[in-house]
């Protein structure tokens, strides 16, 4: 917890022992090998002493002591055969984390790091995050240790079809709704659509989002998490009397989330000057073209390091954390998690950053977080700053539903309506529970007291 939060009142010294003594349980007993899980965890339970000794309802009904274990956990072998005729196995996994607000909802990640304990991580953050919007969804995640990189479009076909095949038992509209994240993006969701409506024998458009235009998905949900951060992180600066105007902003990651940081960033004043990919990163004090890294990165499966061929007077760093030693006014990780770690973050400081924004899921360690914190960073954490793109792919569930289409600006409109409401409402848990301006605590209280009082109604279960 960082030296800034708020002193610990008498009544929560006990509930502060009592969980302490809870994490130790959960750390060396229940989880002891899951060290993202136990993060994630940890950063949520040193949040909510102030909100469990004023409502001691939820101690008595062990409402967290339920929420940090997940509902359902599936995993499965997938088969698929490679081009050259091969049998390639990879391990799939579903965690059906909290489905007190709504059926499970949450991403699936082909990633060769994928284990159980990045999927809980993954699926506990989604369960708060998802709560946050206010739309009736609960948390959960999946994937896949599936590498897509190098893979041929009929290979990850294949895969996808695999993995679909074991998924769909577990899965549906009122059940629970994948979605894209690392290494799945519209071209994989369509393949498991494809494969879910053959094995179902029915036209569930609601099962997945992320879907095509032209089977039922959502206009704006390409855009939704990338957008949705930037006009959080504006709500943020608003109240600070700063905006995004002649800043110079860097930008990890150059995929989903941070093409369309970057693409609204740019557009609301900001000069983009780096981002990056699992490789390096680039930097063009120019600006970043924005088209160019579409072009090598949406349309092809190019290396960002192809940048420097159209522009050589930019720089290409030979290792993506470089990119954190660039000076800028406002950083926003959109890679993956712990991709800024004490150190880092305290380079981002010492180089005059005024604000971070969480585009990833857990993109800062907690020493990072504490640091910023510490430092007066105007810090915008990834369950609030990064809702944007659940929160459409609710709203393509929602046309789906009704059998219509919304335009661009109708959805645009709705996501900056979410993110205003919370980061208002964070702003506000924050201030209620002792930690004035602070909000990941108000993030977390605010996601937390939603799921609790609808899971004291559904009672013990
Ligand atoms: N998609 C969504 O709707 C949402 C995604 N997120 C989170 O945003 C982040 C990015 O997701 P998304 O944009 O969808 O994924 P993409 O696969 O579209 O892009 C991921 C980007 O991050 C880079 N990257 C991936 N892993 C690493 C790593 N270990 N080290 C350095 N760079 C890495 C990739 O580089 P390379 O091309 O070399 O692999 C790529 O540039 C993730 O944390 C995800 O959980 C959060 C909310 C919503
Ligand atoms: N990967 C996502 C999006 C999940 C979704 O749209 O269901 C996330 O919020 O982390």
Redesign the pocket.
Known sequence: MSTKESTLKPDEFTVANNYANFLNHITKLRNPHEVEFLQAVREVVNSLVPVLAHHPQYMKSCILERLVEPEKIISFRVSWVDDEGDVQINRGYRVQFNSALGPYKG?L?F?T?VNESIIKF?GFEQTFKNSLTGQPIGGGKGGSDFDP?GKTDLEIMRFCQSFMTELYNHIGPDTDVP?????V?AREIGYMFGQYKKLRGAFEAGVLTGKGLEYGGSLARTEA?GYGLVYFVREMLQDKGIGFEDKTVIVS??????IYAMEKAAEFGAKVVAC????GCIYDENGIDLNTVKELKESGDERISEYITKYPNAQYLDD?SNIWSIPCDIALP????N?IDEATAKTLVDNGVQAVGE???MPSTQEAINLFLDNDIHFAPAKAA?AG??AVSSLEMAQNGSKLMWTFEEVDEKLKDIMKNIYQNSMQAASDYGSPGNLVAGANIAGFIKIADAMSAQGII
């Open positions: 991403g990640r990633h790091t993954l990189k979605a894209g994240d690392i290494g993006n998490t990651g150059s995929g989903n989330v941070s990056s990919d699992s490789n993506c959109c890679a993956t998690q991709e585009g990833a899921n990064n793109g659940v």
